[in-house]
DNA sequence: ATTAAAGCATACTGAACAGTCGGTTTGTTC
DNA sequence: GAACAAACCGACTGTTCAGTATGCTTTAAT
């Protein structure tokens, strides 16, 4: 399966993996070539010979990231079960994940503004494929079975996948420790809200 | 009540309407003191003389709008009634501010990673008093009246925040325009959940 | 009217940084 | 081991900014 990298694609890696841990840290416009150079104990020419900007490195970051995000997590979904089942393995699945992976999803809203409209819209729309539109998919099936009050889908997949992102800005700011069990409750949330008695509408 | 500003309180507020509405489309590092400084018809010479510095120049916009929000905002749930016609209250005041101002509270989360430790933690503590605070009286208050299910506080207050945030965000993308009835929809997701049957816990 | 300070403009400095370029090393092929 | 290319180095360039130095102009108070 795997034949022996290229010396080329070794070196790519390298320099992926390095800038991903300055990109977790600091923003875009905060993180240097040259301090993308030094992690990974090469010199900005080195850089400049395998990526043509610093643009261009940092959205082919992004683009392994979420595709890679992307298969995992249709996967996810694609088992059978009930609305509620495949959004608590999809989150499951996230949960999983090493946490740099985690969190690096998180990088494309901190720095979607920097990027002028083609290189934004490139991003929205791999985000958008990456975890909101699946999770839109389970929507739709919930509501069509039933199981999920008729409600405007998109709203209702943004409030989830918010959700999920509270709890891991909370993780990352060290605000929380126990992720699983937090994860847990706001999908009781999410089902059945904050309110005592449900008194059903 | 008012006396007549002098004509350095004046110029101030000129350049603190410009910048704001600067910050507004672009983020911090983005914006050049040249930039604000023709926005309002001066020169750079004429900012620094009236303010310290970019960051001085910028907390202080926060600062005003964000303690302004908070007593706003104290008023909106210091009038009696439940937990939810309190948090409606919130909300409502919220919509009701002029569009830019809505906006202004997201410039933090946005821009809070340039700042050093110091200016982080003041602009973190502000942000916690102008709303999440706010919103974890009102949840304190619900779980102690019964009105609520026994939870994490500031983890359900995190969720509301967000909730209220998914919908700013929506409009200032473009993406939403009915902002009243999407809250109003909003609400009802968190008091009582997406699941169809609230088959009681 | 005089004067001192407040308000402001212009021109400059220095640092940071993305990107470039000519040259050197390393490795591969014949 | 010659020839060639891919990988890499490091010094340099051009630009963009925040911040400063210096002095002119308006204001207001005596």
């Keep these: 399966m795997h034949q022996p990298l290229t010396k080329s694609q070794a070196t790519i890696a390298k320099i992926l993996t390095a800038s991903e841990g300055l990109f977790l840290e600091r923003n875009y416009a905060e993180v240097t070539i040259d301090q993308i150079a030094q992690a990974c104990q090469l010199t900005k020419g080195a850089l400049y010979h395998h990526f043509a900007s610093k643009e261009e490195l940092y959205l082919h970051l992004i683009h392994e990231d979420l595709t890679a995000k992307r298969n995992l997590f249709s996967q996810a979904i694609s088992l059978p079960g009930t609305c509620r089942e495949r959004l608590e393995r999809l989150t499951r699945t996230f949960l999983d994940l090493p946490p740099n992976k ?20 490139r991003l929205i729309s791999l985000y958008q494929l990456s975890l909101p539109s699946i999770v839109e998919t389970v929507i ?57 008695r449900s008194t059903k509408r």
Excluded: C
């Design 140 to 196: 739709r099936d919930g509501i069509r079975d039933g199981e999920l009050k008729p409600a405007d889908v998109r709203l209702l997949s943004w409030h989830f996948v918010a959700m999920v992102e509270v709890i891991l800005n909370a993780y990352a700011d060290k605000m929380l420790v126990d992720v699983q069990t937090k994860l847990d409750h706001s999908l009781e949330l999410f089902f059945h809200g904050a309110a005592r």
């Design 102 to 121: 985690r969190q690096l999803i998180t990088l494309i809203r901190r720095d979607i503004n920097v990027f002028k409209t083609a290189s934004r819209t």
